[in-house]
């Protein structure tokens, strides 16, 4: 009588096939959560912006219309993220505004123009109008404008 012993476990073949598929889950995330991380620090300028404009207007109504500089709006500017590493006031009726990473450029007598790989270009404003210009991650140097 010829008796075989079976013994339980895995093949190769299926722990081999079992590691290859969690690589290539693994791979999918990893590759994906850059473009996630940019994503949401997009979303938390456009916030900071928003904020940013909120307290210009809020600065606008409690000084007579007298546009702020740098540091006055600095008091009013609060819970900005970490993502915004400045914020300055720009000359009055700049043509463009071109900043940098985590920065934010307020400009006095100005509406939003097009966004070009070099800067945001602005239209001429009233003197009650103003733009907030930030830096995206996302694209290559896209632009986001918010005016009054």
Known sequence: MNTQQKTKGFTIIEVVLVLAIAGLIF??????LPALQRSQRDTARKQDLSTVSTAVT???????SVFPTT????????????????????????????PT???????????????GTTGET???GTTRQFTAVTLLESGNNAYYCQDN
């Open 101 to 115: 990473d985590g920065q934010i450029i307020v400009t006095q007598k100005t509406t939003c123009g097009s966004s």
């Open 71 to 98: 540091a006055s709006l600095a008091s009013y500017v609060t819970n900005v993220s970490s993502n915004t590493t400045s914020i300055s006031v720009a000359q009055i009726g700049q043509s463009s505004a071109n």
């Open 58 to 64: 809020n600065y606008l109504s409690n000084n007579r």
């Open 122 to 124: 602005l239209n001429a």
């Open 27 to 32: 791979l999918m995330v990893f590759t994906a």
